[in-house]
């Protein structure tokens, strides 16, 4: 059973276009992240999301925008998608309670292309 | 401003070797530490979390974390080729809202 699960694996597309990257959890956890791998490999965190606040990196553009239709789920809607946000984005997972946060789980990653 | 650093390597023990990688980061607040594994094009992989001060043993893995002196470190004993990998030492900064702030990571050979 895969407990965190993210569609497409690989999504090449054109500048200029919008696109969706999807996450799910069946892990049962409150908390969900988005990061960011660059071609270095340097690992950044985006956002993260409970029920109760999102919390955003200010270097994110706003041309990133996280959607979340439950708990379990957690999207990346990008807009007018530029050559420099091809990297591999991964989704993560975990549990966050009374202020104490605890490890956190990856998905298999999205590979974007943009050409 | 708030960051991890590590050796970027790469590090190279020969099997059966203990490999030793180091983690150092800037907030003397930081509450938790992890080490991820990350096999070239998979995600990242929890091997080792620590919270408290001292030694946290999990098989042939051993993290060491030392508020004091801002450091936290993996041990792998008796290394295996398939260890070959970028470990990633991950920290709750204090500030960072929870979210993980990782180092570049060390990427690790290990040699028949």
């Known amino acids: 059973d895969t407990a965190v699960s993210q569609t497409p694996k690989y999504l090449v597309t054109q500048m200029g276009n919008d696109k969706s990257i999807k996450c799910e959890q069946n892990?049962?956890?409150?908390?969900m992240y988005w990061y960011k791998q660059d071609s270095k490999k340097f690992l950044k965190i985006m956002f993260s999301y409970n029920n109760k606040e999102l919390i955003i990196n200010e270097t994110v553009p706003n041309r990133f925008s996280p959607k979340s239709p439950d708990k379990a789920h957690l999207n990346l809607h990008i807009n007018s998608l530029e050559l420099g946000d091809s990297a591999v984005y991964f989704c993560?997972?975990?549990?966050?309670?009374?202020?104490?946060?605890?490890?956190?789980?990856f998905g298999p990653g999205t590979r974007l292309t943009v050409t | 401003q708030k960051e991890v650093e590590q050796n970027s390597g790469p590090l190279s023990v020969p099997e059966g070797a203990i490999a030793s990688l180091n983690c150092t980061y800037s907030d003397r607040g930081s509450q938790s530490f992890f080490w991820y594994r990350q096999y070239s094009g998979k995600s990242p992989e929890l091997i080792m979390f620590?919270?408290?001060?001292g030694d946290k043993e999990d098989g042939r893995f051993t993290a060491q974390l030392n508020k004091a002196s801002q450091y936290v470190s993996l041990l792998i004993r008796d290394s295996q080729p398939s260890d070959s990998a970028t470990y990633l030492c991950a920290v709750n900064l204090r500030g960072s809202q929870g979210n993980l702030i990782f180092g570049k990571g060390t990427k690790l050979s290990v040699k028949p």
């Open positions: 620590i919270y408290s001060n």
């Open positions: 892990l049962g956890h409150d908390t």
């Open positions: 993560a997972s975990s549990h966050r309670t009374g202020g104490s946060f605890y490890e956190q789980y």
